[in-house]
């Protein structure tokens, strides 16, 4: 990526997590304040953002017009900034956070795919909330089929207890999450297994440190369409096994049902808000 922020989309967002984008049944006029930045550090075979994680779909912007995207997010009622694969661009996001410090007074989400040095992580200590990473895979070898991920469960893991240090344990205010850590997992279609060990683990090292979201909504986009294996939703079957092990493991936090697999959770890269 150059070196001016390149944003897809920045808009109001009702379909996270009902912590950080709130109950989707309301008015919609509000929501979690996302902004969705181009490239990516993966190149997920099923990325439904392809375009803008593999295609460099984007305008750019100068750090000055993202400080002012933030605040024009808050002013609309927003209850967070969130940077949605903020990764190749964390120098200029910082930069901008700096410009809008204290009028920005909602918190900062960090909504990443897990693949985090530790070193960029500290870098944004003090700058960020709420961090939203995944954890993709157990299995190296899946990783890099995948993903082109090598080594991805054990730098995941570790940018998670870097995210823990520095957030503690989740912090409420009222229904709305204000600080900590929520680890996705995304259940893909023949590799439950892979599934259960990520849950057991993370069960095992984080415990109630951390939130935990099991996602249903896989659908085959993108090369994964050409994946046999990987061509098709999962069965009840298949999240049944990973819901079992996330109850297994002790975790608390937010259960999809499978009737979320569905389209209208990828939004429209339209430009909008930029």
Not at 148 to 167: C, D, G, I, K, L
């Amino acid at each position: 990526m150059g070196e001016a922020p390149r944003l897809a989309r920045a808009a109001l967002h009702q379909w996270e997590e009902p912590c950080i984008s709130g109950d989707p049944d309301d008015s919609g006029q509000t929501g979690s304040g996302t902004v969705f930045f181009s490239g990516c550090v993966m190149r997920c075979v099923f990325c439904q953002n392809h375009d803008v994680s593999a295609g460099g779909f984007g305008k750019e912007v100068t750090v000055e017009r993202l400080s002012e995207i933030f605040l024009e997010l808050q002013q609309r009622g927003a209850y967070n900034i969130n940077l949605v694969s903020p990764t190749p661009f964390v120098p200029q996001i910082i930069r901008a956070l700096d410009l809008v410090k204290p009028r920005l007074t909602i918190p900062v989400v960090y909504n990443t795919g897990g693949y985090e040095r530790v070193e960029t992580l500290r870098a944004l200590e003090g700058y960020v909330d709420i961090y939203l990473p995944d954890v993709k895979y157990y299995s190296d070898e899946l990783a890099v089929e995948l993903s082109q991920a090598p080594h991805y469960f054990e730098t995941a893991m570790n940018a998670v207890a870097e995210m823990v240090r520095q957030t503690g344990s989740p912090v409420f205010s009222g229904d709305m999450l204000k600080k900590g850590v929520i680890v996705r997992h995304l259940v893909l279609p023949y590799h439950y297994r892979d599934s259960v060990e990520v849950i057991k683990r993370v069960g095992e090292r984080f415990g109630k440190d951390v939130l935990f979201s099991l996602m249903s909504q896989y659908t085959p986009f993108w090369k994964a369409k050409d994946i046999p294996r990987l061509n098709r939703r999962i069965t009840t079957f298949e999240y049944r096994k990973a819901l079992d092990a996330v109850y297994e493991a002790g975790l608390e936090g937010f259960m999809q049902e499978r009737s979320s697999a569905r389209e209208e959770y990828t939004p429209d890269f339209d430009l909008s808000g930029i």
